[in-house]
């Protein structure tokens, strides 16, 4: 099976990676062209474009930032559309609108190519294990085509739907983040103002209900005040958007999925949103009086 892989970010490249070790022919296409040089020299093929890189490919895995990105390398002028075959398979795994991940599988449709949404958890270190959650909405038949290629890069593959529904899922898990690791942060400032011996506290609360992925794996950069990369905070901000603009259409009040969002916009304009989604934590501690240190 040969495949396309268009998106060498954080995310997209270590997941291009574990496909090349799990023996697929892949081509791989950035914006950035000097991020395909490290895929390069694990084996992949280098497209100039995206409708290069589809050209011939079985599967083309799509893994950018945002909506209009997904769109542009799909249905531009020198996007995939434009070089796919007829009974390929586009597997958009960015996080992105339900409503246009609709639309653009509608317009594939037209041209007998067939589309699968399936969004991922698990941030940059599930994507260099592997051991991504993935979030898969489209029709049954084509998503088992693809389960094999899903296998390569995650553990948990759920078919949760039609098309877009993969995106819904991907929503309301950015929203259970979004409360988890602000509460776990909140938690923290309170221990660290009454003098609390953190470790042992995080290890008191994280052995009854208050357990969570959030707080065993980042509570320890909250306390630090360090928040070495896993997720961008300004991009978590934009899956909150989508979230937000998901429940409007929908009729769902998500008050405090929008108390985050605004707490989000406001590190990224402090200059933090390039750091991981738990400098969140920065919010808490300046509100509280906690020393940056």
Avoid at 138 to 154: I, K
Avoid at 159 to 164: C, L, N, S
Avoid at 176 to 184: D, E, F, K
Wanted: charged share 20%; with cysteine.
């Amino acid at each position: 099976m040969k495949l396309a892989f268009i998106g060498m970010g954080t995310m997209g490249a270590p997941m291009a990676i574990n496909l090349l070790k799990a023996g697929y022919d892949v081509t791989v296409h950035n914006r950035t062209r000097e991020r395909e040089v490290t895929l390069a020299a694990a084996g992949a093929q280098r497209a100039e474009s995206p409708q290069a890189a589809a050209t011939g490919a079985d599967v083309v895995i799509t893994c950018v930032s945002d909506t209009a990105d997904v769109e542009r390398v799909i249905l531009a002028e020198q996007g995939v559309m434009a070089g796919a075959k007829a009974g390929a398979i586009v597997v958009d795994m960015s996080t992105i609108s339900p409503t246009v991940t609709r639309q653009i599988a509608a317009t594939l449709a037209e041209r007998q190519i067939a589309m699968v949404d399936a969004p991922v958890s698990g941030g940059s270190e599930g994507a260099q294990k592997g051991t991504l959650s993935i979030m898969i909405g489209g029709e049954p038949q084509v998503v088992e085509r693809v389960r094999p290629v899903l296998e390569a890069m995650g553990n948990t593959l759920t078919h949760v739907g039609p098309i877009g529904a993969g995106q819904i899922t991907k929503a309301i898990n950015q929203i259970i983040v979004a409360g988890t690791y602000w509460s776990v942060a909140e938690g923290m400032a309170l221990g660290l103002k009454a003098g609390l011996d953190m470790e042992r506290v995080v290890q008191a609360v994280g052995g009854g209900a208050a357990g969570s992925w959030g707080l065993t794996n980042r509570s320890g950069a909250m306390i630090r005040n360090d928040y070495p990369l896993g997720f961008r905070v300004r991009l978590h901000r934009k899956d909150l958007d989508i979230a937000l603009e998901a429940a409007r259409e929908l009729g769902v009040t998500l008050p405090m999925a929008a108390f985050v969002e605004q707490i989000e916009t406001g590190l990224i304009a402090q200059g933090y949103g390039d750091e991981d989604v738990a400098a969140i934590a920065r919010s808490v501690r300046q509100q509280s009086g906690i020393s940056e240190g």
